[in-house]
Structure formats: C-alpha cells, structure tokens
C-alpha cells in the first residue's frame, strides 16, 4: 500500500538505514565504514553517529546546488525553525545536513487523546469496588489487591498479578522504576545530552540522581517492593520481555499498566462492548509528564546520503513527508479507503478504517497494492509533524483519534463509562483540566549533544550494572530489612565506582547547554 503510493507518486525504491533498530548500530558502523550510507539515513539520535557521519562527507548538505529551496518547500513552510536548528547546531550556520523528527507548534502538551503514561487499571473492577480515592502512587496496591481478590483468574485460567515488569528495556538502571518519575514531570537525561544517571524535570531547572535518598526511582523500587509483598507481583517479572507482558495484558493476566499503548492488547471490541477494558485511573499527586511541542523537532533526524544516485528526488520524497497530505497518506494510507473527508470538509475513518486502523491485518483492495493493511503500512521508523497539530484544510489534528468523528463514534461501555465519571472526553483532556500535567518547553542551543569521554562511558556502565543488579534484588527482598541493606549496598558500590562523578558532570552538563535556554 505505502510502497505502491511511492512508487506511484515517486517513481523511486528507497534504501533505508535507521540506526536505532535492532542490529542498526553494527550496520550503520559498516555503512559508514564503506563511505556509503545509501539514499535516505534514518539516525535514532543526533549524537555521535550523526556527527561523525557529517565530519565524514556522507551526509549530503541539503543547501548544495540550491536543492532545499527547489525540492523542499514542504518543510521550509512546515518545519521552518527546524531546519534553522539543524543549521545553526550541526552546519556551522549554513550547511543543512537533516531535520529533526516530531515538529510541533503551539505551547500545549504533545500528546493526543492519551498521554504516553498512565496509571491505567481495569476499570471494570475499579468501579464494581466503588471507585475508592487514590490520593499517593502507594494508595494503588490496596486497591490492586480488592481487584486481585475479585478476578483472581484471567479468561484463560492464569493467575491475575496488579503488575508485571519486564527487564529487556533496562539500560543504565531499572526502566520502569524510572517510570514512576516520570508520573512526576521528571525525565531521564536533560533532553539534550546522553542521558546517564540524572532526572530533570520538564520545566524546571531541577534534577534528581537516580540513587537521591527521596528521589522518585528510589520511591519506584520500594513501591515494587511493596507490590511483592502483597502477592500483587508477576514473580516473572525480572525474567521475562515487553512481548511477554504484552501476551499477560492480551489474557487479562495484568490490572495495572503503566503506558496506555501497553494495555490497549486488551481493549478489544468483544471485551469493551461487554463492558470491560483498561482505562486512567490517576492519583491526585500525579504531574504527568508531557513531552510538549517543539518547532526545533526532535533528536531522531532525517538526512540524506552524500553518494544518493538522485538527491532530488529523495528530498522531495522527504519533503512530502512534511506536507498535509504526506502525514495524512504516511500514517493512514492514500485518502478514500482508510480515511476520507466529508462534504463539510472534516476527516472521518471510513468503515474499512474501523476494521484496519490502526495497522490490523485487514486485507487491502488490489487497486491500493494488495497484501493486508498491517504489512502495507508505512514502515520507516520516523516521523515528520507532530500529529497533534492541525491540519490547514481540515482545521482538525492529523491524529484520527482526536478528530471530532472519532471522538463521537459509537463509544464503547467502557469509554462512554469513563467519559461520565471523569467528565471529558479524553485522558490528555483530564490532566489538562485538572492542572495535572508539565508540558516540557521547547528550547534551542546551539550546542550540540555532548559525546561523553570514553572513561566518564565506562564509569556509568559499571555503575548502571550494579544499580540493576541491585534494582531487583530490592524489589524481591524477603523483608524489609533485607531490602534496607541491600539499597545501602547498591549505593556504597555504586559511589565507589564514581556515582557522584558522574551525577555532576551531567548536572554541569545540563546547567551549561539545557537549564539556561529553558
């Protein structure tokens, strides 16, 4: 379906290389190795790889020749400042070597009907036990354990936990303890630099190391902790993947979710028509974090390689990206099968676009290309503009599931029960109203990402090694004294092998290039 519409529209085949995916950092280094990174680079971040590709002559500069004023007028209407950004911070003030991912407008949060966390729990049995208060992240477990005690089982006979882990996302410390901070506006990194082992917040020039004494991680283990000693712990937890997680949520196994799009397996139509589904269920204390609009985009670029056959050509491919109806053909496939819009000029989703948004495996038409939507969809892993901002003909979000026709589509048991308990529509619309939510604010430096000393990257994998390690030996303790050693341990080891240095080199590192231009 994309690959027909590209081809029809284009004329071209693209070979794409994006660095962030499993095995794209050994491919990336043989690409660049050969001095040929094919025609369109898709770079997961803006740091030392990109860089060294543009200190290498592999990236193509955009203003060679006066290609980005002939083929890339979408994106200097659309994303103005962000090709200025990359300018200004990779091409010296007039090469132009990419553009950023994800370019936003206005000041409010990013997000469309869902924010990227929760706490979500199954709403069915949070109101079949009265929907008690949740006032702390803690006032979570003694309901989980009432919701436990109601649905023991999932359909398929396993054993219901209130919350499952998983370790494969793990990096430099316990990913999902990390979470917990971000229920409180805060941050891995300072969204700029390599992040390491600090915490800032979204708006605020304040930080938190990891290992903070009252610091958000802290509270994230112990409240595992706590989880484990009620029996409301999946005991496979440190053992198992996201895709095993993935498969508990599918059964019904888990009633506490962290991110919306984790738990969205369960919603399926058969189970919300019988009135059961995940849904938001936020704690008074919570100060959601919101990634925000940035004009600047995102750290994830765009770039063009240096030996590319037809420069123009791929630029204008990227450029359509860019425009109205790139995002809108990119996300839901060409106008009139998944999507289309009325006589009043609004888009709606279309009956097929019921069955296949949004990338189920429903088959595609041969006039579209054939195959099933699932597989035809786009599949580079990027993106242009933000889907939260509005489209200039339809005055409506790019993101199908904030366009009025959505929002009053036939809502199933479960939202329309929401919807009249919480009084919106939406959970982003909750945390708005409710003052619950920090919306980071878009800054700019010419800066550029710093590359951290090799000695200062061997310290933080030394440390990020014991600080997991330890991570989970804390969260199955046997009591809590076991627990309280085994936290005093992880922190002893973690500064004899330089904690501190690294904590200060990274606020210093904030301080200088993200706290003053926020």
């Known amino acids: 379906m994309f690959t ?8 071209i085949k693209l070979n794409i290389i994006a660095s962030n995916l499993t095995g794209g950092q050994q491919k990336i280094a043989t690409m660049m190795a050969s001095g040929d990174l094919g025609d369109l680079v898709v770079f997961g971040t803006n740091g030392k790889d990109y860089q060294d590709a543009i200190k290498a ?19 200097l209407a659309n994303a103005p400042e962000a090709i200025e950004a990359n300018k200004k911070q990779f091409g010296g003030g007039s090469a132009v070597y990419g553009i950023g991912f994800d ?105 938190q190391g990891v290992l903070d004494e009252d610091g958000h991680y802290l509270e994230g283990l112990k409240f595992y902790y706590d989880a484990n000693q009620m029996g409301l712990l999946d005991p496979d937890s440190l053992t198992q993947k996201y895709g095993d997680v993935s498969s508990k949520f599918q059964d019904g196994q888990i009633l506490f979710s962290h ?69 809108m053909e990119s996300n839901y496939g060409p106008k009139g099968l998944a999507w289309d819009i009325d006589e009043n000029g609004k888009p709606f989703v279309t009956e097929y676009g019921w069955k296949a ?13 054939g195959g099933t939507f699932k597989d035809g969809i786009n599949q580079i892993n990027n993106t242009t503009l933000k889907l939260t901002n509005i489209h200039p003909e339809t005055g409506e979000p790019y993101d199908y599931n904030i366009w009025n026709s959505t929002l009053n ?51 933080i994998s030394g440390i990020g090694k014991i600080i997991k ?21 992880m922190i002893a080891k973690a500064k004899g092998l330089g904690y501190d240095e690294v904590v200060q080199y990274e606020v210093d590192l904030a301080t200088k290039t993200v706290f003053p231009h926020r």
């Open 4 to 11: 027909k519409l590209i081809k029809d529209k284009f004329n």
């Open 259 to 327: 991110f919306p799009w984790v738990d969205n397996v369960y919603n399926t139509p058969e189970r919300t028509a019988a009135g059961k589904g995940l849904a938001l269920v936020p704690f008074s204390e919570e100060k959601i974090t919101s990634y925000g609009q940035s004009p600047y985009g995102g750290n994830r670029i765009w770039s063009i390689g240096s030996k590319a056959k037809d420069p123009a050509r791929v630029m204008e491919f990227v450029d359509w990206l860019f425009t109205p109806e790139g995002v």
């Open 103 to 207: 370019v936003g407008t206005g000041d409010g949060p990013s997000e469309g009907a869902t924010m990227t966390y929760g706490p979500n729990l199954r709403w069915d049995l949070y109101q079949k036990l009265g929907s008690p208060e949740i006032k702390t992240l803690n006032d979570y477990l003694p309901v989980l354990k009432q919701m436990q005690e109601l649905e023991p089982k999932s359909e398929s006979g396993r054993p219901t936990y209130g919350i499952s882990l998983w370790s494969d996302w793990d990096g430099n410390y316990m990913t999902l303890a990390k979470v917990v901070a971000q229920f409180y506006g805060f941050n891995e990194g300072d969204g700029l630099n390599p992040a390491g082992l600090i915490l800032t917040h979204q708006n605020k020039d304040e930080w």
């Open 409 to 459: 589509h036939d809502p199933d048991p479960v939202t329309k029960s929401w919807r009249e308990a919480m009084g919106v529509m939406t959970a982003k619309e909750y945390f708005v109203k409710n003052e619950m939510i920090e919306v980071s604010k878009p800054f700019f430096t010419t800066e550029t990402p710093a590359t951290m000393p090799a000695q200062m990257q061997q310290k």
């Open 357 to 369: 948004l949004p990338a189920n495996a429903e088959p595609v038409p041969a006039e579209y290309g």
């Open 57 to 75: 002559g592999l990236l193509l500069d955009w203003t060679q020749d006066g290609l980005l004023d002939k083929y890339g007028k979408g994106m």
């Open 469 to 489: 390690e330890y991570s989970w030996k804390m969260i199955y303790a046997k009591n809590e004294m076991e627990y309280n050693q085994l936290r005093e341990e």
